[in-house]
């Protein structure tokens, strides 16, 4: 035990390029803190530059990107002095590019000094000291965390098998290439594995439908490929007032040029009033009436697109359908009603949309008829039970009138886009192989620390019949889901809160969360701020953006990377997991 006794209630690198040649290049660019593809061209041998814009005496600054979050992945400027971040700023009106986005912080991002120096923020390796779930903890050394973290890693292990290990969903460092939760799972798989869950709280529907349609789930593209689409069709989608701010860069842009704008969304939204050519308000959950309806105007109406069905696609109608499948099971069969008796006319769909038949035939064929046309579906409205029908109706539309795999065009359902060869030669942490095949939904975690046989394929369970066991150890790293962002709160408290069920919790993260709370280890975290890390957009350019260390953390703040080798260590693994990388910077 530390005599310092404060109570509180409160395979790494890999790919064409290494982390280390990247910060070393990518520092040496200009003073912009992104590269696109036309700017990668600086030598690796260059020594990292400071950035040195609007700097007072005796002050630097230097440009950087917030890993959490966010897609937007803004240029953040940091002023410091003597070692401390004095104030943040953003892009000048000087560094504007009308190519690339404006790259411009919110008010969020340029508050982060705050976020950074609050006195709240965890500054000392913590063990606790009272029930689970009350917040109360004492300081312990670094030595005693990370023994005792590597001890019981190896009791579990060895009682319940690597199995019994689960990794908490990184919310809080979504926005970086590189994560210490991605550094955990390389731990978990050269020591026996570890049940990895699969999909998201936030687009979970859409994620798992889309390949249905199109095989991936990328169905979307880059927004600077849009540049020159005559129509975009905005489906529940409001980027303007979410983290996918920047496609506002890229929509104004289109909008000059000529491109037309419908938003169809339940509210007016922001996006809908800087943006909308036309609003098409619909009652909430009932998208796939309209889907429907248009799409049966289309084929009725022979607006389709005939050449592209025949050449890439099966089911369509009854001549298109595999071997062996029965009658009526044909999208156009069942547009027409010849199973159920109801054709899915704009008529059938007005009162259950409450959207005017007329409009549903007008959208319908400038829809069908203008090619290329982006159909971008946001991810709200997937978020409700058989929300997945709303992303799947809209990859069928799309299908139908042959906007897939077309440069100006965007395949509804999940979007994003593949990873462009630029971003290809940015190689995140290597996580090798996992030992333990099995995989649960994210949203069935609880049961699978409560019950294992609450977990069956039946509701989720992949690669398996059943667990072999259940959650008995649970790392959250940078993520406050554990009782904050899950289908039933109340009942996970109480499932953490019974220390017989999952026997040990290890929480890495900047403040205590009501998650943070459930931790036996409470680690302090550094911020984005406080180390490296290369931040990817969300689906905008073909560009990767630095982000640069500012300053070194204060009090015992340590990088995941840091503590987690310390453990490999213990664990016998050390050189395995770091293959001699000292710091999350190499």
Not at 49 to 62: F, G, L, W
Not at 242 to 251: A, K, L, P
Not at 361 to 369: G, M, T
Request: hydrophobic content about 35%.
């Amino acid at each position: 035990m530390s005599n310092q006794s404060d109570h509180h209630s409160i395979k790494p690198i890999s790919g064409d390029i290494s982390r280390r040649h990247f910060i070393q290049a990518s520092s040496a660019l200009v003073t912009l803190p992104f590269f696109s593809s036309n700017t990668m061209a600086a030598t690796q041998d260059h020594a990292i530059a400071e950035k040195t814009i609007d700097a007072k005496e005796n002050e630097r600054v230097v440009s950087t990107c917030s890993s959490f979050d966010c897609g937007g992945k803004c240029d953040i400027r940091a002023h410091v002095k003597d070692g401390k971040v004095t104030r943040i700023s953003t892009r000048p009106d000087a560094d504007l590019d009308e190519e690339m986005p404006i790259m411009r912080a919110c008010v969020r991002g340029r508050g982060y000094r705050k976020f950074v120096y609050h006195p709240d923020r965890l500054k000392y390796p913590m063990k606790r000291v009272g029930k689970r779930g009350e917040g109360r903890f004492e300081r312990i050394t670094w030595e005693e965390a990370t023994t005792l973290i590597a001890q019981n890693m190896q009791r579990i292990t060895k009682q319940y098998g690597p199995a019994s290990r689960f990794v908490s969903l990184s919310t809080g460092v979504t926005g970086g290439i590189f994560s210490g939760a991605n550094m955990l799972r390389r731990l978990f798989n050269l020591t026996g594995g570890f049940l990895e869950n699969y999909h998201s709280v936030s687009n979970g529907n859409t994620l798992a439908v889309t390949p249905y349609t199109y095989g991936t789930a990328a169905s979307g593209s880059t927004l600077d490929t849009l540049a020159n689409t005559p129509l975009v069709i905005l489906w529940g989608h409001n980027p303007n007032e979410t983290i996918f701010g920047h496609s506002n860069h890229y929509f104004q842009k289109m909008k000059k040029n000529g491109t037309k704008f419908i938003v169809v969304d339940p509210r007016y939204s922001d996006t809908a009033s800087s943006l909308a050519d036309q609003w098409i308000p619909l009652l909430p959950t009932t998208d796939n009436a309209m889907i429907d309806a248009m799409m049966y105007v289309i084929v009725s109406e022979n607006l389709h697109d005939q050449a592209f069905i025949d050449k890439y696609t099966l089911g369509f109608d009854e001549h298109q359908m595999p071997e062996g499948v029965g009658e009526n099971e044909s999208l156009v069969a069942y547009l027409m009603g010849k199973k159920d008796g109801i054709k899915k006319t704009p008529e059938w769909a007005e009162p259950i949309t409450k959207v005017p038949a007329d409009t549903i035939r007008q959208l319908a064929r400038e829809y069908a008829s203008t090619k290329p046309a982006a159909l971008i579906q946001g991810w709200g409205p997937q978020r409700h039970i058989c929300g997945e029908r709303t992303a799947r109706g809209a990859t069928l539309l799309a299908t139908i009138t042959g906007n897939v795999g077309v440069r100006g065009g965007w395949a509804a359902g999940y979007g994003m886009a593949l990873n462009s060869e630029l971003r290809k030669t940015i190689a995140g942490p290597s996580l090798l192989t996992n030992p333990v095949k099995a995989k649960i939904n994210i949203t069935n975690w609880v049961q699978a620390c409560e019950d294992k046989n609450l977990v069956t394929p039946q509701n989720g369970l992949l690669n398996a019949e059943k667990l072999d066991t259940e959650i008995k150890m649970i790392f959250s790293m940078a993520g406050n889901y554990m009782v904050n962002q899950n289908t039933d709160i109340l009942h996970a408290a109480k499932v953490l809160e019974d220390e017989s069920k999952v026997e040990f919790i290890v929480c890495s993260d900047l403040y205590l969360t009501p998650s943070a709370k459930y931790a036996d280890i409470l680690l302090p975290e550094t911020s984005f701020l406080e180390r490296w890390n290369i931040g990817g957009t969300w689906s905008y350019g073909d560009y990767i953006i630095l982000s640069e260390k500012v300053i070194e953390p204060e009090f015992e703040r340590r990088t995941d990377y840091d503590w987690l080798r310390e453990v490999a260590d213990k664990l016998g693994v050390g050189e395995q997991f770091s293959e001699g990388k000292a710091t999350d910077r190499d």
